[in-house]
């Protein structure tokens, strides 16, 4: 009788998101299932598994038709190996120590429906248990020091598992079967405070601070207006939205107005804050978001948020309470001081938040990375990023090709780092805005742990063009290239790196500042990008720019500004008399020693100062923000602009508005700047043969102006491109910087001191 033929066996490489959720028991599962013999460990590059028997092929196109919920796969890349005779069994076998690293963590994600259950079923040992997770849920990137993903590398060190745990984690039945974070009343962290005693608090008017994942919350009674108020005082936040928490999604239509796309990203994994439409009728405080028809919405992420609603509902049994209308709804607000970085040490908590919370809870597992709440809105059919972090970092975006490793900082608001790694970036979470010792050191650690993480050294570091941002100076202080990339390119660049754009492309980019080429204050740019350059094909007509930075936090300037330039300038001083320099506006202005600008948020400034809408700012954008809280119906006035090369000129739109009502005024200033810049792009499309355009910067989170230049410039047969994984403002400037450096390093040439070409 011939030999039988050897069986076949392959080494399956799969590379991506592949640790921390749940790949080798969900390997050990299928290879099981299969009939197959083997091993399956963690390493730098992923997870390598090694698989023999008959249905060995089946098994590679399971992993890549069918991976777990969390794993996010990059590659699965299997080949033929020699045969093991005799082997019996499947195995998960130790990781293997990492030389270099070139998988990556799974960013934090809501608790799943199975630990919910659990926590509301009172015979379970981990009954009402605050620190529940499996390998499908659970705290990740802000509890990871490094990588291979093991629990000695992770927040969870601290906690050696008791038997109970320990015989689940080695299970592989179990859906804990090498689950991490995995812990029990018995051995895991534990809360500083009883739930009753945190309700009761926050039932009582008080404001509570509460760790959660990646930072502290400050909560209150959102339904308490004295509270909010009170909350608002102690946190000096004039008028700047609370974000709120509602059970669900049936209790956030208690007070909001959304639909199934809005529903669905509300209730995603991710958890994030969602904005959402305001019920008039809804009866919550004025103070929540004062001047807005939008509502910042999240649901529980954490355990812990749900153990509050569970205390709030009665402890009911069961998980059918978590579908049904809860009348609770609480502010969740980031816990800090004002402008400072996200509180996440206990110490520190007690140290920075006394003045502000009346109670602070804590628990005994570290938190290693801070990580804000990610906020996202429905713009143009999809959900937009205005800021990343909780729930999406550190997910990679992938890129059109491969590059050289670079390292890239950001600018000075909404600061964010990108790291580039074969052919993908990786942003970091949002730090925040580099105005303070507290932010810079956060910047210098965010990028420190990134590095790390990743195991990537860059070859050069990418900056910000203005030489007096604190981000250009750490890039200086660093001991790599430096390469300076212009504000405006480098939002023009994100957007075409995500959506894999290689080749010429236009782009309209809309912001509040940035240097430009030339030294002035750009931020309403029409450009032609073509690999690593630039060029300015036109701009917003300049307006004098009164004080500077200032203008940006008084409106009243820019419409000052606005009416100097209709030849008014002998109205400012009565319109403006409230306001201390208005008498002596006039003259500032007709002196011609005041810079100007081409920035489209001063646009917004001088539209919501000439309208009344908004003539002192209490925070960023608030003038934007108040403006399209007024529009309805969007209407364009075809006589308000004209284009004389390449220069957008909305003059006599700011001419009639000046004599308009708020509502008139906010909706055909909508309409004609959406009109006016389609027509714009439009133009520039027809003579540069181009039909792609990248519309990047803050204003393009602005829902109808970014949706009216998108329609329109789809029914002209172009095809308009608005950011999807990096947020369209200053948070996604590192990924455009990190792109365009990336293309310009020539192997590990010195690029010192480089500046992208304008």
Same mark, same amino acid.
């Given at each position: 009788?011939?030999?039988?033929?050897?069986?076949?066996?392959?080494?399956?490489?799969?590379?991506?998101?592949?640790?921390?959720?749940?790949?080798?028991?969900?390997?050990?599962?299928?290879?099981?299932?299969?009939?197959?013999?083997?091993?399956?460990?963690?390493?730098?590059?992923?997870?390598?598994?090694?698989?023999?028997?008959?249905?060995?092929?089946?098994?590679?196109?399971?992993?890549?038709?069918?991976?777990?919920?969390?794993?996010?796969?990059?590659?699965?890349?299997?080949?033929?190996?020699?045969?093991?005779?005799?082997?019996?069994?499947?195995?998960?076998?130790?990781?293997?120590?990492?030389?270099?690293?070139?998988?990556?963590?799974?960013?934090?994600?809501?608790?799943?429906?199975?630990?919910?259950?659990?926590?509301?079923?009172?015979?379970?040992?981990?009954?009402?248990?605050?620190?529940?997770?499996?390998?499908?849920?659970?705290?990740?990137?802000?509890?990871?020091?490094?990588?291979?993903?093991?629990?000695? @590398?992770?927040?969870?060190?601290?906690?050696?598992?008791?038997?109970?745990?320990?015989?689940?984690?080695?299970?592989?039945?179990?859906?804990?079967?090498?689950?991490?974070?995995?812990?029990?009343? %018995?051995?895991?962290?534990?809360?500083?405070?009883?739930?009753?005693?945190?309700?009761?608090?926050?039932?009582?008017?008080?404001?509570?601070?509460?760790?959660?994942?990646?930072?502290?919350?400050?909560?209150?009674?959102?339904?308490?207006?004295?509270?909010?108020?009170?909350?608002?005082?102690?946190?000096?936040?004039?008028?700047?939205?609370?974000?709120?928490? /509602?059970?669900?999604?049936?209790?956030?239509?208690?007070?909001?107005?959304?639909?199934?796309?809005?529903?669905?990203?509300?209730?995603?994994?991710?958890?994030?804050? #969602?904005?959402?439409?305001?019920?008039?009728?809804?009866?919550?405080?004025?103070?929540?978001?004062?001047?807005? #028809?939008?509502?910042? #919405?999240?649901?529980?992420?954490?355990?812990?948020?749900?153990?509050?609603?569970?205390?709030?509902?009665?402890?009911?049994?069961?998980?059918?309470?978590?579908?049904?209308?809860?009348?609770?709804?609480?502010?969740?607000? &980031?816990?800090?001081?004002?402008?400072?970085?996200?509180?996440?040490?206990?110490?520190?908590?007690?140290?920075?938040?006394?003045?502000?919370?009346?109670?602070? %809870?804590?628990? !005994?597992?570290?938190? %290693?990375?801070?990580?804000?709440?990610?906020?996202?809105?429905? #713009?143009?059919?999809?959900?937009?990023?205005?800021?990343?972090?909780?729930?999406?970092?550190?997910?990679?975006?992938?890129?059109?090709?491969?590059?050289?490793?670079?390292?890239?900082?950001?600018?000075?608001?909404?600061?964010?780092?990108?790291?580039?790694?074969?052919?993908?970036?990786?942003?970091?979470?949002?730090?925040?805005?580099? !105005?303070?010792?507290?932010?810079?050191?956060?910047?210098?650690?965010?990028?420190?742990?990134?590095?790390?993480?990743?195991?990537?050294?860059?070859?050069?570091? /990418?900056?910000?063009?203005?030489?007096?941002?604190?981000?250009?100076?750490?890039?200086?202080?660093?001991?790599?290239?430096?390469?300076?990339?212009?504000?405006?390119?480098?939002?023009?660049?994100?957007?075409?790196?995500?959506?894999?754009?290689?080749?010429?492309?236009?782009?309209?980019?809309?912001?509040?500042?940035?240097?430009? &080429?030339?030294?002035?204050?750009?931020?309403?740019?029409?450009?032609?990008?073509?690999?690593?350059?630039?060029?300015?094909?036109?701009?917003?007509?300049?307006?004098?720019?009164?004080?500077?930075?200032?203008?940006?936090?008084?409106?009243?300037?820019?419409?000052?500004?606005?009416?100097?330039?209709?030849?008014?300038?002998?109205?400012?001083?009565?319109?403006?008399?409230?306001?201390?320099?208005?008498?002596?506006?006039?003259?500032?202005?007709?002196?011609?020693?005041?810079?100007?600008?081409?920035?489209?948020?001063?646009?917004?400034?001088?539209?919501?100062?000439?309208?009344?809408?908004?003539?002192?700012?209490?925070?960023?954008?608030?003038?934007?923000?108040?403006?399209?809280?007024?529009?309805?119906?969007?209407?364009?006035?075809?006589?308000?602009?004209?284009?004389? @090369?390449?220069?957008? +000129?909305?003059?006599?739109?700011?001419?009639?508005?000046?004599?308009?009502? @708020?509502?008139?005024?906010? +909706?055909?200033?909508?309409?004609?700047?959406?009109?006016?810049?389609?027509?714009?792009?439009?133009?520039?499309?027809?003579?540069?043969?181009?039909?792609?355009?990248?519309?990047?910067?803050?204003?393009?989170?602005?829902?109808?102006?970014?949706?009216?230049?998108?329609?329109?410039?789809?029914?002209?047969?172009?095809?308009?491109?608005?950011?999807?994984?990096?947020?369209?403002? !200053?948070?996604?400037?590192?990924?455009? @910087?990190?792109?365009?450096?990336?293309?310009?390093?020539?192997?590990?040439?010195?690029?010192?001191?480089?500046?992208?070409?304008?």
């Amino acid at each position: 009788m011939p030999d039988e033929a050897p069986l076949p066996r392959l080494r399956v490489r799969v590379r991506g998101t592949v640790q921390g959720v749940g790949f080798r028991p969900y390997v050990y599962r299928q290879a099981s299932a299969l009939g197959l013999t083997g091993s399956v460990h963690n390493d730098a590059d992923g997870v390598l598994v090694e698989v023999q028997g008959r249905r060995a092929a089946e098994f590679v196109e399971r992993l890549r038709r069918e991976p777990p919920p969390l794993a996010r796969i990059s590659a699965v890349e299997a080949e033929s190996c020699p045969a093991h005779p005799g082997e019996a069994g499947f195995a998960i076998a130790p990781s293997v120590a990492a030389t270099r690293v070139v998988t990556s963590v799974a960013p934090d994600v809501c608790v799943c429906d199975a630990c919910l259950a659990e926590m509301c079923d009172p015979t379970d040992r981990r009954y009402r248990y605050p620190f529940l997770n499996c390998t499908a849920c659970g705290p990740r990137y802000t509890i990871t020091r490094r990588l291979p993903y093991d629990r000695p @590398q992770t927040a969870m060190a601290g906690f050696p598992l008791c038997p109970a745990c320990r015989a689940e984690y080695e299970n592989p039945a179990n859906r804990r079967f090498h689950a991490e974070p995995t812990a029990c009343p %018995v051995c895991g962290p534990r809360l500083s405070h009883g739930l009753d005693e945190v309700l009761s608090a926050l039932r009582s008017g008080m404001i509570v601070a509460l760790k959660g994942l990646g930072g502290f919350h400050l909560l209150c009674d959102a339904t308490d207006a004295v509270a909010v108020e009170r909350l608002r005082a102690r946190k000096h936040r004039d008028a700047k939205p609370f974000a709120v928490m /509602a059970l669900n999604a049936a209790s956030a239509a208690t007070w909001t107005r959304f639909g199934p796309d809005e529903q669905a990203v509300l209730e995603g994994r991710e958890r994030p804050i #969602v904005l959402l439409a305001r019920r008039p009728d809804a009866g919550l405080p004025e103070a929540l978001a004062p001047g807005l #028809v939008s509502l910042g #919405v999240m649901l529980p992420a954490a355990p812990l948020h749900f153990l509050l609603f569970h205390e709030a509902a009665g402890r009911p049994d069961g998980t059918a309470w978590l579908a049904r209308q809860h009348p609770m709804l609480l502010v969740a607000t &980031s816990a800090n001081p004002s402008g400072e970085p996200l509180v996440t040490g206990d110490a520190e908590a007690h140290a920075r938040l006394a003045g502000i919370a009346d109670l602070i %809870v804590t628990h !005994d597992r570290p938190i %290693v990375v801070r990580c804000d709440d990610s906020v996202l809105r429905l #713009v143009d059919g999809a959900p937009r990023f205005l800021r990343r972090a909780r729930g999406y970092v550190p997910r990679a975006i992938a890129l059109p090709e491969t590059v050289p490793p670079v390292l890239a900082l950001g600018g000075a608001l909404k600061t964010t780092v990108c790291v580039t790694r074969g052919a993908e970036a990786v942003l970091s979470q949002h730090v925040g805005t580099l !105005d303070n010792r507290a932010t810079a050191r956060f910047l210098d650690e965010t990028l420190k742990h990134l590095l790390a993480l990743l195991d990537v050294t860059p070859q050069a570091v /990418a900056h910000d063009l203005h030489p007096d941002f604190l981000s250009t100076a750490l890039a200086s202080r660093l001991g790599l290239p430096t390469i300076a990339v212009q504000h405006h390119h480098a939002h023009a660049a994100a957007v075409l790196a995500e959506h894999g754009v290689t080749g010429p492309a236009l782009a309209v980019v809309l912001d509040g500042y940035g240097m430009g &080429s030339d030294g002035g204050a750009w931020g309403g740019e029409l450009l032609r990008l073509d690999g690593a350059e630039f060029r300015r094909l036109g701009h917003l007509h300049p307006l004098p720019l009164p004080g500077g930075d200032l203008a940006a936090r008084q409106p009243w300037r820019m419409a000052a500004a606005a009416l100097h330039a209709l030849g008014r300038g002998g109205e400012i001083a009565s319109r403006f008399a409230a306001q201390p320099l208005a008498g002596r506006m006039a003259e500032m202005l007709a002196s011609g020693r005041v810079p100007a600008t081409s920035s489209c948020g001063r646009l917004f400034d001088a539209v919501a100062g000439l309208l009344g809408v908004c003539v002192v700012s209490s925070y960023e954008s608030e003038a934007a923000m108040r403006l399209e809280a007024l529009t309805r119906a969007p209407l364009a006035w075809q006589a308000g602009w004209s284009i004389e @090369q390449g220069r957008l +000129n909305l003059l006599p739109l700011l001419d009639r508005l000046s004599q308009c009502g @708020q509502a008139e005024g906010a +909706n055909l200033f909508h309409g004609t700047l959406a009109a006016a810049v389609a027509a714009w792009a439009e133009g520039a499309a027809r003579a540069e043969r181009l039909d792609t355009i990248a519309l990047g910067g803050g204003c393009f989170v602005n829902r109808p102006l970014a949706e009216g230049v998108c329609q329109l410039l789809r029914a002209a047969g172009l095809r308009p491109l608005l950011p999807l994984q990096a947020p369209a403002g !200053d948070g996604g400037l590192s990924l455009g @910087q990190a792109w365009i450096a990336a293309r310009m390093v020539p192997g590990n040439a010195n690029t010192r001191g480089r500046t992208a070409c304008a």
